[in-house]
């Protein structure tokens, strides 16, 4: 498998230089995804998770962001040896981002069409009419109603779910091979995220790019993703395949947030809680960065932190306490039932 | 839950004129809410759901007079609400609080969070001096901050505390129903559990009666008793929440919930996606909002507007074919 990922990122640290300190946003961070294949990236804010996407598109702002260390490679280049010219081939072109708020990240004062046609004449060395036809297309593959109209249209004459379709079919326009979607329906209502989900799976199943899901909604990832790294923190915790992750989570995090969230014809009283705060990274605290909320947490746990391990073929857990849950001698959701919140 | 009456809401409606050109010509309305009406027993909890634009926020702030109505009654013990001058809506406020969506931007920045809790006892005249800085300690900890917390400011807490305090600053007042207006929307998945978790405690505790507005189906069917589900101003369906989830009467109750991703990756349900947006509410569609983007519209449903009727007991639908679905 290891030769057949296009996008590989090994132990990526992209730190912030603040007033305050060095901030870790991101540290020590490894995934890999294949061509078809789509990688759910899940965390809460501040977890590091935009930060992962933009750093492998290189779009960290720099001062005061810095990539201090690690490799992502894109078919086996690494992208931070690259220079800017060669960097600037590939955004947009081979590697493409979709962002979660579309009418901040259209530029309101030049029509849908001059944005598409834009990335195209750009990089895919057409003129204008060729390109004109292109982003037609395109507009009509996204599910666009009456293309040759909306082209020439401006993203404040769209809907929301329209404009998200507007940076879909933009980010798609060179067939990428690698397709980074921040959050993708987060702004949108639900019928149309549904619409939004069933698009993007379309797209992949035609044109067999990867996708990169970051996101917080664990039902999305559930219907969506192959695999999926849950980040705590700067780094990712749980690594495994979907049907695992849900049905046998062993990083105490994992478990916590499945528990956490209210799910549909489910009777139950309360809750289960993860105790505390999402951490800010001017603060993450020493040792397992989740001990502090962590029902489970034993001394070692405080001290020192554990390293990112396979516990099953597949499936990598950050945890000192996971093998015992694994052996089934520790029960991480009743330790989570018995915290008062 | 006891079977009075708290809050009695009928026909209720605003309209937002839509002016244009130098004089302000009025050209059409945005009929946000249009003709909304409920009642909710002392005790009980209503969930008010629906997409962006659908009118439940605004059903919130004009039961509260945040937004005077356009028309239609709000009875509030008895009382109505609408017809109040202005010394009685400040006495019947008290009773009446609401909880902010986002607490980023609804607490005072320049206020500690101990002034801006004493400011409501001060204006309602019901505490002063050491006994209000007593009743203020003694709210932090109803909802899980620390007494020493009323120094701080609104910056030196997080998103989650943030909103602990917003229900604190409601609670001050002793009110008796609170309107929650999307409470845990702008939090983190593990934080939104605490202050659902907080939610539910305080109203067994204190005997509160809620009106939940959010967008989200699986939370307010979490904390809800009963479900009224909105589309362009009206509510199109509204029972019991157990009932709505397990066999929805309305074709967009229907498509709403099958659009909600469910965390559990074997369990792949049939999805229905509509097609289309929400229309806007300045132009809605004749006949039944709903039907240009519902699967089983018929002839019928671009005429006539249906109404909202009992379709089982306790079971409200405004579909003509509600029947149809039963069992389906």
């Not at chain 1, 220079?83 to 493409?96: A, L, Q, Y």
């Not at chain 2, 989650?160 to 305090?165: A, E, L, P, V």
């Amino acid at each position: 498998m290891a030769e057949a990922n296009v996008l590989e990122v090994r132990n990526l640290q992209t730190h912030f230089v603040t007033d305050d300190g060095t901030l870790k946003a991101v540290d020590g961070v490894s995934f890999a995804v294949g061509p078809g294949e789509t990688l759910g990236i899940v965390g809460e804010s501040g977890c590091g998770k935009s930060v992962t996407s933009l750093s492998i598109l290189r779009l960290i702002p720099s001062p005061p962001g810095r990539i201090v260390g690690g490799e992502i490679l894109f078919k086996g280049t690494n992208l931070l040896k690259l220079s800017d010219p060669e960097m600037r081939k590939i955004r947009g072109n081979d590697i493409s981002m979709i962002f979660q708020e579309p009418m901040t990240s259209l530029n309101p004062v030049y029509t849908c069409g001059d944005q598409i046609m834009e990335a195209v004449m750009l990089h895919q060395k057409v003129g204008r009419a060729e390109a004109r036809t292109r982003a037609i297309e395109m507009l009509r593959l996204v599910g666009i109603p009456s293309p040759e109209q909306r082209v020439d249209e401006y993203p404040h004459q769209l809907s929301g779910g329209m404009r998200q379709r507007v940076m879909i079919a933009m980010a798609l326009s060179c067939q990428p091979e690698v397709l980074i979607a921040d959050e993708p329906t987060t702004a949108l209502d639900v019928t149309i995220q549904a619409q939004i989900l069933e698009l993007l799976n379309r797209l992949q199943r035609e044109m067999g790019m990867a996708i990169l899901l970051i996101t917080h909604d664990l039902g999305v990832v559930a219907e969506t993703c192959d695999r999926v790294a849950v980040m705590y923190a700067g780094h990712v915790v749980e690594y495994a395949g979907v049907d695992d992750i849900f049905a046998r989570p062993r990083m105490p995090y994992t478990v916590g947030l499945l528990g956490s969230i209210p799910k549909l014809g489910e009777e139950k009283e309360r809750l289960r809680v993860i105790p505390g705060n999402v951490p800010n990274p001017s603060e993450f605290p020493a040792g397992c960065k989740f001990h502090p909320r962590c029902p489970v947490a034993i001394d070692r746990c405080k001290v020192e932190n554990p390293p990112l391990v396979p516990i099953r073929p597949g499936h990598d857990v950050r945890c000192w306490r996971a093998g015992e849950a694994e052996a089934g001698t520790l029960d991480m959701g009743r330790a989570f039932e018995e915290v008062v919140s | 839950m006891s079977d009075e009456v708290l809050l009695s809401v009928r026909d209720l409606k605003k309209h937002f004129p839509i002016k244009k050109g130098l004089f302000s010509r009025v050209v059409g309305h945005v009929k946000a809410v249009d003709g909304v009406s409920f009642d909710l027993k002392r005790g009980e909890v209503l969930g008010l759901v629906g997409e962006s634009g659908c009118g439940k926020t605004t059903t919130g702030r004009v039961i509260l007079r945040l937004i005077e109505a356009t028309s239609g009654q709000v009875f509030f013990e008895g009382r109505d609400v609408l017809a109040l001058g202005k010394s009685e809506l400040r006495a019947i406020r008290r009773k009446m609080q609401i909880v902010f969506q986002d607490p980023y931007s609804s607490l005072n920045p320049r206020l500690t969070v101990g002034s801006m809790i004493q400011e409501a006892l001060t204006i309602h005249k019901l505490a002063s001096g050491a006994k209000a800085k007593e009743r203020v300690a003694e709210l932090l900890t109803l909802v899980g901050l620390a007494p020493h917390h009323a120094r701080r400011y609104p910056h030196e807490f997080s998103g989650g505390q943030r909103q602990r305090i917003g229900v604190a600053r409601a609670l001050a007042v002793d009110p008796t129903l609170i309107i929650a207006d999307e409470p845990v929307s702008a939090l983190d998945v593990s934080i939104q559990a605490q202050i659902l978790n907080l939610l539910k405690d305080l109203k067994d505790r204190l005997g509160l009666t809620y009106v939940f507005v959010a967008h989200d189906l699986a939370v307010v069917e979490h904390i809800s008793d009963r479900v009224a589900v909105m589309y362009l101003g009206r509510i199109v369906e509204l029972a019991e929440s157990r009932a709505l989830y397990k066999s929805p009467r309305h074709p967009y109750t229907k498509a709403l919930l099958s659009a909600i991703p469910v965390p559990e990756p074997a369990r792949k349900t049939q999805r229905i996606v509509l097609t289309g947006d929400v229309p806007s509410p300045a132009r809605p569609p004749s006949g039944c909002p709903f039907h240009p983007r519902c699967f089983m519209a018929r002839p019928k449903c671009s005429t006539d507007v249906p109404v909202l009727r009992e379709v089982m007991p306790g079971h409200w639908s405004a579909c003509h074919f509600a029947e149809e679905l039963a069992g389906a």
